[in-house]
């Protein structure tokens, strides 16, 4: 009895009989070489077997995706080139305008002879002053008519100075006459004739009558201011001599310049 409870246990082991192994070693070779030749037509592209020709179909559209987003970089990086292309030619082409707007401007500045210079209106020459004292000799009238066209073509008057060589009066008028700041005056605004009436020149008295009408006892020198139309402005037998001082002579000149 307890012999029996003591026998191990043998448990219904199965093995397996050696012509099922020898099945199964000629089947391993088979499954083997199956899947290696599937691994061969995946990697190596489109195959007639339906699951190689959707993996070659993933594998293409995978391989476009990557040669797309590649291709579409160099077009990404060369557009910005295209586009400042035109901005440089029409940059080039706006200077190149430019310039050729300036030249004719240029060529027209410069001449060619067609441009004329701007006129500058100098101021006229002095007048010339007569020196002191009174030429008994002198054609009172030829200087007179002379100082009338030099005043019609500068615009200044006429002052004829009616006098003597013995007179006082007219050698302190000579004086002043001859000082640079009246001297300045009678050149810049009058043509000046002296005329002797201190001799027996009935010539030059007929013009101290022409100039100055009003007749009587004259005062000299008798100072006559004539426009360059030949009209008497003012006559100092009527009016009086101004003072034969500078002062004087130059407010009287400054007066009846204009």
Not at 114 to 133: D, F, L, M
Request: glycine letters at 8%.
């Amino acid at each position: 009895m307890s012999s029996r409870m003591l026998r191990p246990v043998r448990a219904d082991r199965r093995t397996t009989s050696p012509r099922s192994a020898a099945a199964l070693g000629r089947r391993l070779p088979l499954v083997a070489a199956a899947v290696v030749a599937a691994g061969l037509t995946a990697a190596c592209g489109p195959s007639s077997e339906p699951a190689g020709s959707a993996a070659a179909a993933t594998a293409g559209q995978s391989a476009q995706a990557l040669s797309g987003s590649q291709s579409a970089t160099p077009t990404a990086e060369t557009s910005p080139t295209a586009s400042a292309s035109p901005s440089a030619s029409a940059s080039a082409s706006a200077s190149a305008s430019v310039t050729a707007s300036r030249a004719p401007s240029s060529s027209a500045s410069s001449g060619g002879g067609s441009a004329k210079p701007a006129r500058t209106s100098a101021a006229p020459a002095p007048a010339k002053v007569p020196g002191p004292g009174y030429d008994s000799s002198a054609d009172a009238q030829k200087q007179i008519d002379a100082a009338l066209r030099a005043a019609k073509a500068d615009g200044r008057m006429v002052l004829l100075d009616f006098g003597a060589n013995w007179c006082g009066n007219c050698k302190a008028a000579d004086k002043v006459f001859a000082q640079s700041q009246t001297a300045g005056i009678l050149g810049a605004s009058y043509h000046m004739v002296k005329v002797d009436i201190g001799g027996n020149s009935s010539a030059n008295s007929a013009l101290l009558r022409k100039y100055s009408p009003s007749g009587g006892t004259y005062k000299m020198p008798v100072l006559v201011v004539v426009s360059p139309s030949g009209t008497v402005r003012t006559d100092t037998h009527v009016t009086g001599n101004p003072s034969l001082t500078a002062d004087g002579i130059n407010a009287f000149l400054r007066k009846w310049a204009s």
